[in-house]
């Protein structure tokens, strides 16, 4: 497996590897919402965070462990999602890191997004796409159930968000030979948006 950065392309959204020009729109999408920021992800990007949050993301598209990408819709950075420790050797990558402006959210953006990036993931010969969600995320949780992933288990008292509250996370995967039924049923919703 092969997880190069690369730009891609889908009539609702596209996705490019985060850069500099992304930062201005990325930092107004995430101050959009700072509740969820603050409630919901592991760390924060919203206000004061974004910049730490930035510098940190930078370093780890520099050292490989985060492939993180802007999520462009007519042309403007309404969010980011990242491939997440990539494993060559066992051809294995997490989707994560997702976030999305409030506008964004409950229509076609997030399918496509993930369409793509599956897509992307099994053709550079992943094995196994995986997705983590804190539990208390009932929307994102839904939204990986509707992509067509399948529930794994709960990581009981995972991680320790930035707020200091200790999460829960549930595991979720699309296996490489699930992934022909899992791509139709995407592209049969992503066509129902007409």
């Given at each position: 497996m092969r997880l190069p950065p690369s730009i891609m392309q889908h009539r609702r959204v596209r996705l490019e590897p985060l850069g500099e020009q992304h930062r201005a729109d990325l930092r107004?999408?995430?101050d959009a919402d700072p509740a969820l920021w603050r409630d919901l992800y592991p760390f924060s990007m919203a206000g004061?965070?974004?910049?730490?949050?930035w510098d940190r993301l930078m370093r780890?598209?520099?050292?490989?462990?985060?492939?993180?990408?802007a999520v462009?819709?007519?042309g403007v950075c309404?969010?980011?999602?990242?491939y997440?420790?990539?494993d060559e050797a066992n051809a294995t990558v997490e989707v994560g890191g997702t976030y999305y402006a409030p506008d964004a959210r409950g229509g076609a953006v997030?399918?496509?997004a993930k369409r793509l990036m599956l897509a992307h993931a099994f053709a550079a010969g992943a094995r196994r796409v995986q997705f983590k969600v804190d539990a208390i995320n009932a929307r994102s949780r839904a939204a990986v159930l509707k992509l067509g992933a399948v529930q794994e288990g709960v990581l009981r008292q995972d991680r320790i968000t930035w707020t200091g509250r200790i999460r829960d996370t549930v595991v979720f995967s699309i296996l490489a030979d699930e992934w022909p039924a899992v791509r139709e049923r995407l592209d049969e919703r992503l066509a129902a948006f007409g």
């Open positions: 107004q999408a995430c004061e965070h974004f910049g730490p949050a780890q598209a520099q050292d490989g462990s985060w492939i993180p990408f462009l819709v007519d309404l969010g980011m999602t990242s997440i420790a990539p997030n399918p496509a």
